[in-house]
């Protein structure tokens, strides 16, 4: 069973660069099918599909935060991070690290980390 772990700071500081790490254990970030995504949910808002990174290394991003955004991965340490730039109080959220599976034409999120708060303050 897949178990998804979400770490990095809670708080951080506008215009800084924040980093997030997802831990991945029961499952390798290289099989097939599976895209490691980054999500995030705003206080009193839905849901923000933020992008994902492959099975195979590529990447995919939101129109709306593309260019401050990034994902790379450590296939030593079977992790996944996400790198926002630039971040204001609009990037406060809780952020969750998910597996997307792709079976032919359909996908969906099959699991999920717990979510780690981020503030973005002064």
């Known amino acids: 069973q897949v178990q998804l772990q979400e770490s990095g700071p809670g708080l951080a500081k506008p215009s800084q660069t924040l980093s997030l790490t997802c831990t991945v254990s029961?499952?390798?970030?290289?099989?097939?099918?599976?895209?490691w995504t980054w999500i995030r949910q705003p206080p009193g808002k839905g849901l923000e599909w933020i992008g994902y990174?492959?099975?195979?290394?590529?990447?995919f991003y939101s129109p709306s935060l593309k260019s401050r955004n990034s994902i790379s991965r450590d296939t030593s340490k079977n992790q996944f991070t996400l790198q926002l730039s630039s971040v204001t109080s609009a990037d406060t959220a809780v952020y969750y690290c998910?597996?997307?599976?792709?079976?032919?034409?359909?996908?969906?999120?099959?699991?999920w980390g717990q979510g780690t708060q981020v503030t973005v303050s002064s």
């Open positions: 990174i492959t099975n195979s290394g590529s990447t």
């Open positions: 029961g499952g390798s970030i290289t099989t097939n099918d599976y895209y």
């Open positions: 998910a597996r997307r599976l792709r079976r032919g034409p359909n996908w969906w999120y099959d699991s």
